[in-house]
């Protein structure tokens, strides 16, 4: 067994959820359609319904969690917790709420720091 297979193998022990916050990048789907149909992780991708339909091109993403910011319940947890953690850095509420509905990467981070996801993938554009 090489080295990969090993670590999938560990990981389909123990299933984490990933958020893939580039949404507008087809490397994002691809991961995504290659890691649902091994089945080592459950997969978050952030963006509206309509980014995600028209991105994702033919790649199968059926299992991932779709999330849009601009319409999720949390939103306004995650708002609230970041003006929380960089109040002192001068965060507004509506500074907060600016960056979480435009850059879906500090979305993905606020998801994973209120333990609605064990972690991110970034990279491919950022």
């Known amino acids: 067994m090489s080295f ?3 670590i999938k193998a560990r990981a389909k022990e123990n299933i984490k959820t990933i958020v893939l916050p580039e949404s507008e990048d087809i490397r994002t ?3 995504a359609e290659q ?3 091994e089945g080592f992780a459950k997969i978050i991708i952030i ?3 309509e980014e995600v339909a028209a991105n994702k091109q033919d790649c199968d993403i059926t299992g991932a969690e779709i999330v849009d910011p601009a319409k999720s319940d949390k939103t ?3 708002i609230d917790k970041l003006v929380e953690l960089r109040q ?3 965060m507004t509420k509506e500074k907060a709420t600016e960056i979480l509905l435009t850059s879906y990467t500090y979305y993905g981070v606020m998801m994973v720091k209120m333990g609605d996801a064990d972690g991110l993938v970034s990279g491919a554009i950022a």
């Open 76 to 78: 306004a947890a995650y």
């Open 29 to 31: 789907y691809k991961a």
């Open 4 to 6: 990969i297979d090993e």
């Open 35 to 37: 890691v649902l149909k």
């Open 47 to 49: 963006g509206s319904e």
């Open 88 to 90: 002192k850095k001068g």
